[in-house]
Nanobody, 121 residues
């Protein structure tokens, strides 16, 4: 069917940068809003950034000015450019998308498997 696969996570030093990517694949009919969530150890999952089909964006206050979310509709892909990373950004980052499929026309929420981002010296 359909799936979301994240890539680009890793270990970086404070002040460094990472670019996360998430590609949707399968029998996709349409994709609405896409976004990124993160979950640190012992913490709840929080919204980091989202982007609508018309490219309107939304960011958590903690990442404004440092992170940028973008999408490539032709490739069914969403990206998260993370600059000036801080230790508190350490978390598992999850891709999220509202999608419909060729077999299920109603839009539903899908999640990626998550990718680890560790910011440490």
């Amino acid at each position: 069917q359909v799936q979301l696969v994240e890539s680009g996570g890793g270990l970086v030093q404070p002040g460094g940068s990472l670019r996360l990517s998430c590609a949707a694949s399968g029998s996709i009919f349409g994709i609405d809003t896409m976004g990124w969530y993160r979950q640190a150890p012992g913490k709840g999952r929080e919204l980091v950034a989202s982007i609508t089909s018309s490219s309107s964006t939304n960011y958590a206050d903690s990442v404004k000015g440092r992170f940028t979310v973008s999408r490539d509709n032709a490739k069914n892909t969403v990206h998260l450019q993370m600059n000036s990373l801080k230790p508190e950004d350490t978390a598992v980052y999850y891709c999220n998308a509202r999608m419909s499929t060729n077999y299920r026309p109603a839009y539903s929420t899908y999640w990626g498997q998550g990718t680890q981002v560790t910011v440490s010296s």
